[in-house]
């Protein structure tokens, strides 16, 4: 800001003035008019009006430093909008943005550009594909106009895009581990335990190709998937991934990127918690291990229906239950538990037990006793649950009747047809055409044994409560899966090169992690379905000139974020130094993270 003046032919006229750009045109624009030199000196009671506009110009520069300046913004009813002008502008983006470089995340690309004979800018586009993915999820192509929505906009045009992602897949393992060490100097994992588990993701395609392979879909769609694997640690951050063909046996991806975990990420000491489907011989083998170069454990599912006669008797026995909690040794009888009183309480028992598996190696397999503990739980409050939900699909069971449903086929664990059966002969015995369904209540009386039981095998010698707490925590992979596929649209993919579709699965792994700090930052007290639509909302009109004015609502959230990150922009308008001044602020990283 500077003072400016006309010199008119019988006065001088004094005003505050600055140099704006516009549509790449510098041009001199008025802030604040203060009169002519006659109009202020008898309006002030100043003899020098020059000195007088110069100390407020310097009254107004202090003003707009301290975040108190006033902006006088003309609007006329008669002017037509400027053709094809951007005027409006999300700025949700840039608490993405400040998690985004607090990870180092420009650092490796600068380290990957160096390494790569290409001419766009890496770090824009992968923070670009980061924030729309999390923001506004779409095609590659829609990214690329949606980052138009950015205060910041792009430096690329949309064939970088393509050809970006062919690095950023060649890069995978690179970015994965570099993004794990600089993460963890930002702050201590909480890798103690890790956790384990698969999903998969479909293609709007007919033919199988590649790793686009019909497998068993999540979502029960006769389409080509491709399967991921997921490391996750104990406070719900993303570790490592990995994709495989969509019908490989998800029991064979654990151990690969186990290994690649234990050579790339510096980690030798964990114990790893999977599901009953991933829990093989072979993997429970590989997670027993205790050398000079580390120690792993395992902790596993186990339905108590798939064990052994003698064990399921053991596990359903009345007596020989503990309290969790309860340390004088005193054992209870579920027979003698009070619906009531005893609802939130877990009781439990355990036992070593000895198991022989197929060990796979390379040169083939091999048998191998593995000795683990097996641990028990029974809760009323879960057993109250598991009939509930089955109370429910019985429910739709006998609709399916009514509505003439015959039982065919094998029959899916939750599927309510389980429950159905038809009897297709006479009483003679002979073969009939007509043919007559009802409700199987063996089946039901055989489920409902095993109500408010639920086991674990483990190759730990801990406590019994530390092992379930470890074990409770295994939902929270399931959840970064329902936000990949749900919040950011991962599925349906539609990109068909191998390498692409390598690199659209980084773009959303990255984003899960950055979303993930982004809730440890608000202290966990807010909803992806809270925080998402408050990021997309956030919303700013640009004045040429003078600042951006939000027009977004202001609430407990917002201000929230202001106050976890450092900077605000909930204020009438945003004076485009102070907005500069936040990009840098959000570009500067939370410490010296290496490539």
């Known amino acids: 800001m500077r003072l400016g003046w006309t010199t008119g032919r019988y006065s001088i006229t004094y005003r505050a003035v600055k140099t704006v750009r516009i549509n790449g045109k510098n041009k001199t624009q008025i802030v604040k008019s203060f009169g002519s030199e006659k109009y202020i000196c008898e309006t002030y009671g100043v003899t020098d009006a020059k000195a007088w506009a110069r100390e407020q110009v310097r009254l107004i520069n202090r003003a707009e430093r301290e975040d108190s300046a006033k902006f006088n913004i003309g609007l006329c009813a008669g002017t037509d909008l400027v053709m094809n002008e951007q005027r409006r502008f999300n700025g949700g983006y840039l608490f993405l943005q400040d998690i985004y470089y607090g990870l180092g995340l420009d650092k490796i690309c600068r380290a990957i550009s160096g390494r790569h004979p290409f001419g766009y800018d890496l770090n824009n586009i992968l923070s670009r594909l980061i924030y729309t993915r999390i923001l506004f999820p779409s095609s590659k192509k829609s990214s690329f106009e949606e980052s138009k929505r950015f205060l910041e906009q792009p430096s690329f045009q949309l064939h970088d895009i393509y050809r970006a992602l062919s690095v950023i897949a060649e890069e995978s393992d690179y970015i994965q581990g570099r993004l794990f060490k600089n993460s963890a100097a930002i702050q201590k994992r909480n890798t103690q335990v890790i956790y384990y588990d698969c999903t998969n993701f479909y293609f709007e395609i007919d033919a199988a190709e590649d790793d686009k392979q019909f497998g068993r879909s999540k979502e029960n769609r006769p389409l080509p998937i491709v399967g991921m694997g997921l490391f996750m640690d104990m406070d719900g951050i993303p570790i490592s991934f990995s994709i495989f063909p969509g019908n490989r046996n998800e029991q064979m991806t654990l151990i690969p990127l186990e290994e690649k975990m234990l050579s790339g990420f510096d980690m030798s000491k964990f114990i790893v918690c999977t599901d009953a489907g991933l829990s093989s011989a072979t993997n429970r083998a590989f997670n027993s291990y205790d050398g000079c170069d580390g120690t792993r454990g395992y902790i596993t599912a186990q339905p108590v229906k798939t064990l052994k006669k003698f064990l399921q008797d053991w596990c359903l026995a009345d007596d020989g239950w503990f309290l969790d909690g309860d340390e004088s ?76 449903y015959t039982s065919a086929g094998k029959k899916k664990q939750n599927d309510p047809k389980r429950f159905i059966k038809t009897d297709y002969a006479t009483k003679d015995g002979e073969a009939a055409e007509i043919s007559a369904s009802c409700i199987d209540r063996s089946v039901i009386e055989t489920e409902e044994k095993y109500d408010g039981f639920y086991a674990v095998c483990t190759s730990l010698d801990e406590s019994i409560p530390n092992i379930v707490k470890a074990n409770r925590r295994r939902w929270e992979i399931e959840e970064c899966f329902r936000i990949m596929k749900t919040d950011f649209e991962a599925r349906p ?4 090169r191998q390498d692409r579709i390598t690199a659209h699965f980084i773009t959303c792994f990255i984003a899960l992690i950055v979303y993930r700090y982004l809730e440890k930052k608000l202290e966990n007290k807010y909803t992806i379905d809270q925080i998402l639509p408050a990021l997309q909302e956030m919303d700013f009109i640009k004045y040429e000139g003078k600042g951006y004015q939000p027009v977004y609502t202001r609430t407990e959230l917002t201000d929230a974020l202001h106050e976890a990150f450092g900077f605000c922009t909930s204020k009438q308008i945003v004076p485009i130094a102070k907005m500069r001044n936040i990009f840098s602020q959000t570009k500067k990283g939370w410490c010296n993270v290496h490539p």
């Open 493 to 496: 993919v539609y990109l068909k």
């Open 329 to 404: 040794g005193k054992k209870y009888k579920i027979s003698e538990l009070d619906d009531k009183e005893d609802r939130d309480k877990i009781f439990y028992k355990t036992r070593w037990i000895k198991e022989e598996g197929i060990i796979h190696t390379d040169n083939g397999g091999r048998k191998e006793t593995i000795e683990q503990k097996l641990i028990v739980s029974y809760s009323i409050k879960y057993r109250s649950f598991q009939r509930r939900v089955r109370e429910g699909q019985i429910e739709r069971a006998e609709k399916l009747v009514e509505d003439g």
